[in-house]
């Protein structure tokens, strides 16, 4: 992308704003932010959660989140995910079986940056990121094949709020999206 995701602006508010007002409309006993460091834009109030070495990109972060999780479960939601919507997140949690986590499935792939885990996925994360080559993917389809989570077919509907911004066209084709100034 070229610069830090979290600072683009969206109808004037950042990134990582965005996504903390739709965290904190869950209703969460805690908001982290997952990183390799504390970003400069970190309100002071959120706790920031420094991923577990070895940096294998999200999955650090997970892992790292899951070893602190104090409830049953972590709502895990990418900073690059401006089309997702609280009710969405809410329907997700609401489908959510106690001791399971639920891993959007979209097509073949999964949303690992948009997900639920269980507490139990804690030493399946950490074996992951253990491993040479991590993957989320893996790690999420080892997640179901244990019963550890249950995918969630995401929806032709639901798609767009899976959208995600990786390269700077990601971003102008979001703000060319009707809707988004």
């Given amino acids: 992308m070229g610069t830090d995701k979290a600072t683009l602006s969206i109808s004037g ?3 990582w704003s965005r996504q903390l007002t739709l965290l904190r409309a869950l209703q ?3 908001v982290w932010i997952s990183a390799r460091s504390v970003p400069a834009w970190c309100p002071q109030e959120v706790e ?5 070495p070895p940096s294998r990109g999200p999955l650090s ?5 899951l070893r602190r999780l104090e409830t049953m479960h972590l709502v895990v939601l990418a900073i690059d995910m401006p089309r997702m919507t609280a009710e969405h997140l809410l329907k997700l949690l609401n489908r959510v079986q106690p001791g399971r ?5 979209n097509g073949n792939y999964f949303e690992p940056t948009c997900a639920i885990y269980s507490r139990s996925a804690a030493p399946f994360a950490a074996e992951a990121l253990a491993k040479p080559g991590a993957s989320l993917q893996r790690f999420c389809r080892k997640l179901v094949a ?3 989570a249950d995918a969630y077919p995401v929806k032709p509907e639901e798609r767009p709020f899976y959208y995600n911004l990786n390269h700077p066209e990601d971003f102008n084709a979001l703000v060319n999206w009707r809707g988004v100034t």
């Fill in 13 to 15: 508010e950042p990134l």
């Fill in 28 to 30: 969460p006993l805690n």
């Fill in 48 to 52: 920031v959660v420094l991923d577990t």
């Fill in 61 to 65: 972060g997970v892992c790292a989140c």
């Fill in 101 to 105: 986590g639920l891993i959007p499935m």
């Fill in 146 to 148: 244990e019963n550890v």
